[in-house]
């Protein structure tokens, strides 16, 4: 069965940090970029930051960017997402995603760009 598996999800004070992680299971992930996508209650999906097949590039959406790090560990079929200098708008139910295309380099920030999704991890963020 492939899936993905996210952890590291809580609940801190406005300026805490918190580290996600995001384990593939059933194929190797090598091969797709990779990307978190957060939900907040009565607001749509959004992307958040993704990672490219090789690890060696970044993308970020405005709100995030400059506090959030997202990285890889190939090898483990594992994703990162270090969260710092977090704000209460950042409450919401963080998703890891596997792009559905292979060998891509691009922002890729569509979700229907995405096949293989995450069951999500809450991350709540108090003022």
């Known amino acids: 069965q492939v899936q993905l598996v996210e952890s590291g999800g809580g609940f801190v004070h406005s300026g805490g940090s918190l580290k996600l992680s995001c384990v593939g299971s059933g194929r190797t992930f090598a091969r797709n970029g990779m990307a978190w996508f957060r939900q907040a209650p009565g607001r749509e999906r959004e992307f958040v930051a993704s990672v490219i097949y090789s690890g060696r590039g970044t993308y970020y959406s405005q709100s995030v960017q400059g506090r959030f790090t997202v990285s890889r560990d190939i090898d483990k079929n594992t994703m990162f997402l270090q969260m710092n200098n977090l704000k209460p708008e950042d409450t919401a139910v963080y998703y890891c995603?596997?792009?559905?295309?292979?060998?891509?380099?691009?922002?890729?920030?569509?979700?229907?760009?995405?096949?293989?999704w995450g069951q999500g991890t809450l991350v709540t963020v108090s003022s």
């Open positions: 995603a596997a792009d559905r295309l292979l060998y891509t380099d691009d922002r890729a920030e569509d979700v229907d760009r995405y096949d293989v």
